[in-house]
């Protein structure tokens, strides 16, 4: 479907709340030295649309090292998750949460706008499954179970599965209608997840494990069965995720989305997911500006025509939700 507002770029993922609350770098002032997002950066790239995060980082994390706001338990985990999304409505960012809005957003989207739909990193804010209920009415549409390890699954750096807590979080959230977020899931919970998961399934932030091994990075056999399914997979812009070693650039960007588009069966499966400033800064971006993200489709048409392009920079993220999002 290529009826969408062709400027509007999308990035699937942003831990602006997490920044905000955890490090003072607040989403209302310009970006704070050394990094690259905040409103106003944000709409200056012609970036209408985000996938908000609730980020919230146990105790045990090496990053808590950095900042005092973490959690032990999962009633800390509540707390801080809804502290964010506390910070998400002071600032008067617009939740899209079903197919009518999205629609209204798209066909007015004007350079200037910008509105988000609100991701949870890491399931451990849900203290019991039968909480999703009162997360989806505050405006969660996306759940990613796992960062590291948590209570619901297997994640980065700790391998393992699904838990059985994990699939009942997995049963609700389909009672719930929401999609679930695979990045940052172990491989053994990404299977576990594809063996019973029936609803909308994407990748919000996820590079090519063929190009950068580790844990951290999706398969090719994942991407093509997220592409199977009908998802999008967003493109990380850490630099220690784009490359092995040394500065990473744009041309990392296309690398692995031209290596996830040919996994996926077609471009169409593939988006933007920065996580730029996710517990890192500037320095470990490759770009030095959210400006510079318009420099990107021209390092695209090398590979794909301009429709393709304009789905990758964020048509492929309004189809699939779209086709996600709960009807109203």
Known sequence: ???????LIVDAHLDIAWNAISAGRGFLQPPAPG?????????????????ATLYTAPARAERSMRTRFVYETPHEANVMATAEVNYYRSCGLDFIGDRLALAAYTRGWKKGRLAAVMLMEGADPIETPSQLGAWSERGVRIIGPAWGRTRYSGGTGAPGGLTDLGRQ??????????ILDLSHMADQAVADAFEMWRGPIMASHSIARPIVPGDRQVTDDTVAE????????????????????????????????????RAAGGPEHVGLGTDLDGGFDAAHAPIDSLTKLKELPARLRLHFNRQQIEGIMGGNWLDFLERSLPEK
């Open 226 to 261: 997220i592409g199977r399914r009908g998802g999008v997979v967003g493109v990380s812009f850490y630099q220690q995720h784009l490359r092995a070693k040394g500065r990473s650039s744009l041309e990392d960007v296309v690398k692995h989305i031209v290596h996830h588009a």
């Open 1 to 7: 479907m290529q009826h969408h507002c062709l400027e």
């Open 35 to 51: 990094y690259l997002v905040s409103r106003s950066s944000l709409l200056a790239a012609e970036i209408g649309l985000i996938f």
């Open 169 to 178: 979080l997995l049963k609700a959230m389909r009672r719930q209608k929401l």
